[in-house]
């Protein structure tokens, strides 16, 4: 007898098993797997994606970067095939009903294995570029299918299972990465599991500018160490991460400074000196353009957020 999965009942017993395992700094008992709980919407803030996939059980999540907005909410999942500066919040969480969140970080080893034991790629490739290699976005957001969220509540049972762990969460965590593979944003998962896919290149390119943002560099010196033409790694660098390579260091920049202010460890003229800011009004003024206020007003803003709680 064959037993239909329904996405509500699965759903409805997600929330319950992250509502109980939760903490607060969101690791879980089994290596690679996150929960989260979110007791109110928030402000948008900045941070990083890393590469991770995210389905929401309970309420809302809204991810910004460059010109694409990202929404999404119960039964649905987002992708971050790259570890990409994005603005977010949750738009729907509260004391009664927070916010309740599944995450499995995507690993470019488990992902080729899989692979190759499948002995080939899905079918359902990535869409071709007119005159340039194919680039899927990195991120995206897709409705869970009912396998897919069946395969993570059995994983996230585990957490009720000690004795169970170690032999059966190996064997589940590639079953979702699989439900993910062979799913609408496949493509994204695939690419990180080649080593010689696009994405990789403009990986390895994210990586370097996330380590070196202080340092100025030529486009076209980061275009050769990827082996692709100025042009080509151009346009794949702003399909995958909708910003162009000088705008991401701006957004790493930022994002960094924002985390030095909050220390009160240093002026506003030497953290913009020590992201890479030769000018210390243009570091003002673009700080101001990203997070809404100048940079000292925003640090004492932030800061006072954070002394409250403690209060």
Same mark, same amino acid.
């Given at each position: 007898?064959?037993?239909?999965?329904?996405?509500?009942v699965?759903?409805?017993?997600? =929330?319950?098993?992250?509502?109980?395992?939760? %903490?607060?700094?969101?690791?879980?008992?089994?290596?690679?797997?996150?929960?989260?709980?979110?007791?109110?919407p928030?402000?948008?803030?900045? &941070?990083?994606?890393?590469?991770?996939?995210?389905?929401i059980?309970?309420?809302?999540? %809204?991810?910004?970067?460059?010109?694409?907005?990202?929404?999404?909410?119960?039964?649905?999942?987002?992708?971050?095939?790259?570890?990409?500066?994005? +603005?977010?919040?949750?738009?729907? @969480?509260?004391?009664?009903? $927070?916010?309740?969140?599944?995450?499995?970080?995507?690993? $470019?080893?488990?992902?080729?294995?899989?692979?190759?034991?499948?002995?080939?790629?899905?079918? &359902?490739?990535?869409?071709?570029?007119?005159?340039?290699?194919?680039?899927?976005?990195?991120?995206?957001?897709?409705?869970?299918?009912p396998?897919?969220?069946?395969?993570?509540?059995?994983?996230?049972?585990?957490?009720?299972?000690?004795?169970?762990?170690?032999?059966?969460? $190996?064997?589940?965590?590639?079953?979702?990465?699989?439900?993910?593979?062979?799913?609408?944003?496949?493509? &994204?998962?695939?690419?990180i599991?080649?080593?010689?896919?696009?994405? #990789?290149h403009? =990986? /390895?390119?994210? /990586?370097?500018?996330?380590?070196?943002h @202080? #340092?100025?560099?030529?486009v076209?010196?980061?275009?050769?160490?990827?082996?692709?033409? +100025?042009?080509?790694?151009?346009?794949?660098?702003?399909?995958?991460?909708?910003?162009?390579?000088?705008?991401?260091?701006?957004?790493?920049?930022?994002?960094?400074?924002?985390?030095?202010?909050?220390?009160?460890?240093?002026?506003?003229?030497?953290?913009?000196?020590?992201?890479?800011?030769?000018?210390?009004?243009?570091?003002?003024?673009?700080?101001?353009?990203?997070?809404?206020?100048?940079?000292?007003?925003?640090?004492?803003?932030?800061? @006072?957020?954070?002394?409250?709680?403690?209060?």
């Amino acid at each position: 007898m064959v037993i239909a999965l329904r996405s509500d009942v699965l759903l409805a017993e997600l =929330r319950e098993l992250i509502a109980r395992h939760a %903490r607060a700094d969101e690791t879980t008992a089994i290596d690679g797997v996150l929960l989260s709980a979110a007791t109110g919407p928030q402000e948008p803030r900045g &941070s990083t994606t890393g590469t991770v996939a995210a389905v929401i059980a309970q309420g809302a999540k %809204r991810l910004a970067i460059g010109d694409r907005v990202y929404d999404y909410g119960p039964g649905q999942y987002l992708v971050a095939s790259v570890d990409l500066p994005v +603005t977010g919040h949750y738009t729907r @969480a509260s004391a009664e009903e $927070p916010a309740l969140g599944f995450g499995l970080m995507l690993r $470019p080893a488990a992902i080729a294995a899989l692979l190759l034991d499948a002995g080939a790629a899905p079918a &359902s490739g990535p869409v071709r570029r007119a005159g340039g290699a194919a680039a899927p976005p990195g991120l995206g957001v897709a409705d869970a299918s009912p396998e897919l969220l069946d395969a993570v509540v059995r994983l996230v049972r585990l957490l009720d299972r000690p004795a169970d762990r170690a032999v059966l969460a $190996p064997g589940l965590q590639r079953e979702v990465l699989w439900r993910l593979l062979t799913g609408p944003l496949g493509a &994204s998962l695939r690419q990180i599991g080649m080593s010689d896919s696009s994405l #990789t290149h403009v =990986r /390895r390119a994210v /990586r370097w500018i996330t380590e070196h943002h @202080a #340092t100025a560099f030529r486009v076209e010196d980061l275009a050769r160490s990827c082996g692709m033409s +100025t042009s080509a790694f151009h346009r794949t660098f702003h399909a995958v991460t909708a910003l162009s390579p000088i705008q991401f260091q701006k957004q790493v920049r930022l994002q960094e400074s924002r985390l030095l202010l909050l220390t009160g460890a240093h002026d506003v003229a030497t953290v913009g000196h020590r992201v890479g800011y030769d000018s210390t009004s243009q570091f003002s003024r673009e700080y101001r353009r990203q997070f809404g206020l100048p940079p000292g007003r925003d640090a004492a803003r932030l800061r @006072a957020g954070v002394a409250a709680p403690a209060a």
